[in-house]
């Protein structure tokens, strides 16, 4: 099956520093990145949509200035959380999607990276 | 709007069936889906659905009725590793996933 890797699993960082966010698709090419973010006892919220070699789509509420997305291959998207504040210390799940012929439009889901900011 | 519905918490016995349900409300369809989530780790698949109907996988199996906009999951023979969060998701007509909040499922001895 179609495997997503992140990087890191973890992190922990203090208020006002930076984090990124890699997502990678191990053996495929992914058109289409999607990020999450899971806060405790919650649903996944979409927070944008990335295609390859194109600006990412935000949902409405999420700061894109805040949390940067580069999708600059087939294989590699990165979320970056800029000036972190502990409001968002939550766990960022990544998925990745390439449409298949014939197929339905499985997203596959990385491991996840939990955030905690100090 | 957009909207998934299933219930916050369910417990059962190990051994035993359990059937969570669904019910979504979207701009367009393009399958449901049903995916198990252990606590602190990302969603793993289990089922597609996009016709009426059931399908078996194993000790899964997952229902589909469009024109009711409903859907379920069964689960056979509870172990105690089933115990999970059970997320269904609903695509829309742009390939989105509509998320519901899930369903705890907590397996007892």
């Known amino acids: 099956g179609a495997v997503v890797s992140q990087h890191p699993s973890w992190v922990i960082c203090k208020s006002g520093t930076s984090v990124k966010i890699e997502c990678r698709s191990l053996d495929f090419q992914a058109t289409t990145m999607f990020w999450y973010r899971q806060f405790p006892k919650q649903s996944l919220m979409l927070m944008a949509t990335s295609n390859e070699g194109s600006k990412a789509t935000y949902e409405q509420g999420v700061e894109k200035d805040k949390f940067l997305i580069n999708h600059a291959s087939l294989t590699l998207s990165t979320l970056t959380v800029t000036s972190a504040h502990p409001e968002d210390s939550s766990f960022y799940i990544c998925?990745?999607?390439?449409?298949?012929?014939?197929?339905?439009?499985?997203?596959?889901f990385g491991p996840g990276t939990r955030l905690t900011v100090l | 709007g957009q909207n998934i519905d299933q219930p916050t918490e369910m417990t059962a016995t190990e051994g035993a069936i359990v059937q969570i349900n669904c019910t979504y409300q979207t701009s367009g369809f393009n399958g449901l889906f049903w995916y198990q989530q252990h606590a602190g780790e990302a969603p793993t698949f289990l089922s597609y659905n996009v016709l009426d109907g059931l399908e078996e996988k194993g000790r899964f199996s997952s229902f589909l009725s469009r024109s009711k906009g409903y859907s379920y999951l069964l689960l056979k023979e509870l172990q105690m590793k089933d115990s999970a969060s059970y997320l269904c998701?609903?695509?829309?007509?742009?390939?989105?996933?509509?998320w519901g909040a899930g369903t705890k499922l907590i397996i007892k001895p």
């Open positions: 998701a609903a695509m829309d007509s742009n390939y989105q996933l509509i």
């Open positions: 998925s990745a999607r390439t449409p298949r012929t014939g197929d339905y439009n499985e997203q596959f």
